[in-house]
C-alpha cells in the first residue's frame, strides 16, 4: 500500500459466516492485511502471527464482538493511511446476494434480487445503507432477505458498524442519491 495515495476499493455486499455480512468494513480490513494480520484480526489480538495448526479453532477465532471491533480498527488503521494521502472511495456492489461470502467453497443459493451499485467516501455509511437496504426488502417468491438477516444478527454484524463509527471513522446517517433518475 506504501506505493499508493489513492485507493478504490471496490466490494460485492453479501453474507459471511464470521462477520454476519461482508461490505467495505470487512473488504478494507481483511482485504488490506497480510497473512499475520488476518491472524490477528480474527482473534482479536490474541496471535500475533499466523499458526496454520491452530486455524479456525475455537482459540483461533476469539471473541465475536472482539473479532467484529478489530475489523473496524484495522479498517480505521487502512483509512487513516489514505486519508493522510487523496483518500479512498468504497463501492459496494449489491448483486447475486447469499448468505455467504465468495470465500466460501460451496455457497448457499442465491436468494435476493440485485439491487445495484452503491458508492461513498464513507465506509461507515455505505455499509449502513446496504444493511438497510436489505432490511427494507420484501419477503416474494424471487426475493427473501430471511437468511442473510439471519446470519448478520446470529454473527452481531452490526456491531462493526456500530464500533467503526465509534472509532470515528464515519457516520451511520447517509443520504441516497440515485443516478438512475
Not at 27 to 48: D, F, P, T, V
Not at 143 to 154: A, E, S, V, Y
Amino acid at each position: 500500500m506504501a506505493n499508493y495515495d489513492f485507493m478504490i476499493a471496490l466490494n460485492h455486499f453479501k453474507g459471511h459466516p464470521m462477520g454476519g455480512y461482508g461490505g467495505a468494513l470487512k473488504n478494507l480490513s481483511i482485504g488490506c492485511a497480510s497473512q499475520n494480520g488476518k491472524a490477528y484480526i480474527h482473534s482479536a489480538g490474541k496471535m500475533e502471527k499466523l499458526d496454520m495448526g491452530k486455524l479456525w479453532t475455537r482459540e483461533f477465532i476469539g471473541n465475536q464482538d472482539g473479532f467484529l471491533e478489530s475489523m473496524a480498527a484495522a479498517a480505521q488503521a487502512v483509512a487513516n493511511y489514505f486519508n493522510k494521502q487523496e483518500g479512498i472511495i468504497y463501492i459496494s456492489v449489491m448483486n447475486n446476494m447469499s448468505i455467504d461470502c465468495d470465500c466460501v467453497d460451496h455457497p448457499a443459493p442465491v436468494k435476493l434480487e440485485d439491487y445495484g451499485i452503491l458508492a461513498s467516501t464513507d465506509p461507515v455509511a455505505l455499509d449502513q445503507a446496504c444493511i438497510d437496504i436489505i432490511n427494507q426488502q420484501q419477503v416474494t417468491a424471487k426475493n427473501d432477505p430471511t437468511d442473510l438477516l439471519n446470519r448478520i444478527d446470529k454473527q452481531h454484524g452490526i456491531h462493526t458498524i456500530e464500533h467503526a463509527a465509534k472509532l470515528g471513522l464515519g457516520s451511520r446517517q447517509y443520504t441516497l442519491i440515485s443516478i438512475d433518475k
